[in-house]
């Protein structure tokens, strides 16, 4: 079982900014990597992904602009850098990992393995 592990969240004000984690301690070889959110009485909704290289990345709608996937395959881990955020950015930010497929995408079906999440709260 590959184990995925976020960290980095916590309480910020409006329009500050945060970087997430997301680190393998297993050192396991996976492909695109994503993260979700989820707020409460909410469904889980995709924020970014990375491809396996690095190369491509995407976001949401919502994010677009103010957040920045990144991934650093030698030490496996992703990053979600978070600028000018929003009271409606707070939830509970998932890391995503895929053991196959190589290109990302924002549906969590295409994701093998999950951390526990980090609780972002931004307040106005």
């Known amino acids: 079982q590959v184990q995925v592990v976020e960290s980095g969240g916590g309480l910020v004000q409006a329009g500050g900014s945060l970087t997430l984690s997301c680190v393998l301690p297993g050192r396991n070889l996976v492909y695109s990597m994503g993260w979700f959110r989820q707020a409460p009485g909410k469904e889980r909704e995709f924020v970014a992904w990375i491809n396996w290289t690095g190369e491509k990345t995407s976001y949401a709608d919502s994010v677009k602009g103010r957040f920045t996937i990144s991934r650093d395959n030698a030490q496996y881990q992703a990053y979600l850098q978070m600028n000018s955020l929003k009271p409606e950015d707070t939830a509970n930010y998932y890391c995503?990992?895929?053991?196959?497929?190589?290109?990302?995408?924002?549906?969590?079906?295409?994701?093998?393995?999950w951390g526990q999440g980090t609780q972002v709260t931004v307040s106005s």
């Open positions: 995503a990992a895929s053991g196959r497929y190589y290109s990302g995408s924002s549906d969590p079906a295409a994701y093998d393995y």
